[in-house]
């Protein structure tokens, strides 16, 4: 295996085993949010008493938003093999998902307990634009869109 082999598998394990962690992290905060559906087994706490307020809100999208960009890491995992790329673009590619991937759900969770940390949502949001544009660079580069 040549090291541009290795650094690839390498880094396309790192992201599928952080996708397949986000799912973890997703299903459990699924669960937790169950507890309180459709007057479940618990009574919601009064913060999040409120189906449609924006504290329940931004938990829930911090629950979709592990499992979606958990599933995207992993995609990013087996999609590596596929890109023309050098070393540093992958690694900046990978390290942006994981990043990008990892903060959403966090600060969407945190923001659903203090709103002023919704202000950094556009760092996770700009993160994993980095990786999808360089992904999409490197599938334009290969000749794999057409």
């Given at each position: 295996m040549s090291a541009s082999d290795h650094i690839r598998t390498r880094?396309?394990?790192r992201n599928r085993l952080v996708g397949w962690g986000l799912f973890l992290a997703g299903i459990t905060g699924g669960?937790?949010?169950?507890?309180?559906?459709?007057e479940g087994p618990m009574a919601a706490p009064e913060r999040f008493a409120d189906y449609a307020g924006l504290p329940r809100?931004?938990?829930r999208l911090g629950h979709i938003a592990a499992m979606a960009l958990g599933l995207?890491?992993?995609?990013?995992?087996?999609?590596?093999?596929?890109?023309?790329?050098?070393?540093?673009?992958?690694?900046?590619?990978?390290?942006?998902?994981?990043v990008g991937a990892t903060l959403m759900p966090t600060v969407l969770t945190l923001a659903?307990?203090?709103?002023?940390?919704?202000?950094?949502?556009?760092?996770?949001?700009?993160?994993?634009?980095?990786a999808v544009a360089i992904v999409f660079w490197g599938l334009a580069r290969?000749?794999?869109?057409?």
């Open positions: 880094l396309a394990h669960m937790i949010l169950g507890l309180w559906a459709f809100r931004l938990l995207t890491n992993i995609f990013f995992g087996f999609e590596l093999p596929n890109l023309s790329l050098s070393r540093g673009p992958l690694e900046v590619a990978s390290l942006s998902m994981i659903a307990f203090s709103e002023p940390w919704k202000f950094l949502l556009p760092i996770p949001a700009t993160a994993t634009l980095v290969s000749g794999r869109l057409s």
